[in-house]
């Protein structure tokens, strides 16, 4: 009989203050991943509960007992929203006495200008220049945008955000100042990469990470280049040609499509450092992989509900049995990790 794993779902935010005792109820705290979702579709053959942090954790009486868990499961995710509860994290995790998927000190690094960074050198891969900006010091001087010699056209988006609704495409240091004129928050600016393919289609491929196994969740195409979900409801929606691609793409593997750019996710999949997170990325017929995002606060659910996609529940299947096998291997080998030097 297969060993039934107890895992911790530690999650948190720095907004929080209140301790939580719950157990299985559901996720929904910002800087957080749905990883816990994968985990309850597999409740008959592992036990989960889910640990709340905050960041006066350790000026609490009460705290929690880790040492019923086989494994510990960070899905604390965002290190721009969530600093705090992820120092926190690290000083209760990184005691070295149980195995940790997503150590904290490793989601830490994956920020978006920490991910340029960290990627800048991998081979076959393109990874967009990015800054951080402070919005009331750039805003206020210009010779701090023009010193930084950026390259325009831009993207200016606020840090910690996700869903593409506070991105904007800025042609010079000029609009990015206009931009961040009364901004409180501080913003990512991301140099723009023009990833249309031949037929004037912007396609963003998501692809998950579980250990070393990679899977692709979804391939969405619009006019524009700001893609999200929302795609499937509009362009793709009477798009034939391209649903048939994206099933093509379920159906054959994506590595029989893009071989090359499949080499250049795993070098990147062994550089980040990750157990588990997602990839947002255009994939080019040459063979490269253009970098959007990778992180792992990207979330894996929900599934659309039009019969037109209901091909892409075929990743469902893969997924738990890659999720199943990370958690077994972790659980296994507390001493090894996901990621490596590249």
């Known amino acids: 009989m297969a060993r039934v ?4 779902a530690v999650t948190g935010s720095d907004a929080i203050r209140e301790l939580r005792f719950r157990g299985q109820h559901e996720i929904d705290v910002l800087g957080n991943n749905d990883a816990w979702r994968l985990l309850h579709e597999q409740r008959e053959r592992l036990r989960w509960r889910r640990l709340q942090l905050t960041p006066g954790y350790f000026r609490r009486d009460g705290r929690w007992n880790l040492d019923c868990f086989d494994l510990l499961f960070n899905l604390i995710s965002d290190a721009d929203q969530n600093p705090r509860v992820l120092e926190i994290a690290h000083r209760l995790l990184g005691d070295g006495k149980r195995p940790v998927i997503n150590a904290p000190e490793a989601v830490m690094r994956t920020t978006r200008n920490g991910v340029a960074r960290l990627l800048a050198d991998l081979p076959g891969v393109t990874v967009p220049r990015v800054e951080r900006l402070s919005a009331k010091q750039h805003a206020r001087d210009p010779n701090r945008l023009a010193a930084l010699d950026f390259p325009f056209p831009a993207i200016l988006r606020r840090v910690g955000s996700h869903t593409g609704q506070t991105a904007r495409l800025c042609a010079n240091a000029a609009e990015v100042a206009l931009a961040l004129a009364g901004q409180r928050h501080d913003h990512y600016l991301t140099e723009f990469v023009d990833f249309r393919s031949p037929d004037g289609v912007y396609r963003k491929f998501r692809i998950f990470v579980f250990g070393e196994q990679l899977i692709l969740r979804h391939m969405l195409a619009d006019h524009s280049w700001n893609i999200h979900a929302a795609a499937r409801g509009g362009m793709m929606l009477g798009r034939m040609d391209l649903q048939a691609e994206e099933r093509a793409y379920f159906a054959d593997g994506l590595a029989q499509h893009y071989p090359g750019a499949w080499a250049g996710l795993r070098r990147l999949r062994a550089r980040i450092g990750l157990d588990y997170f997602g990839i947002d990325c255009h994939l080019t017929g040459d ?33 738990l049995a890659a999720m199943r096998a990370l958690l077994e291997s972790k659980a296994s080998a507390p001493d090894t990790t996901a990621g490596d030097s590249g």
């Open 5 to 8: 794993l107890k895992i911790g």
């Open 287 to 319: 063979g490269r992989v253009v970098v959007f995002e990778v992180n792992g606060t990207m979330n894996f659910y929900p599934l659309r509900t039009e019969p037109q996609y209901a091909y892409v529940a075929g990743c469902i299947a893969p997924s």
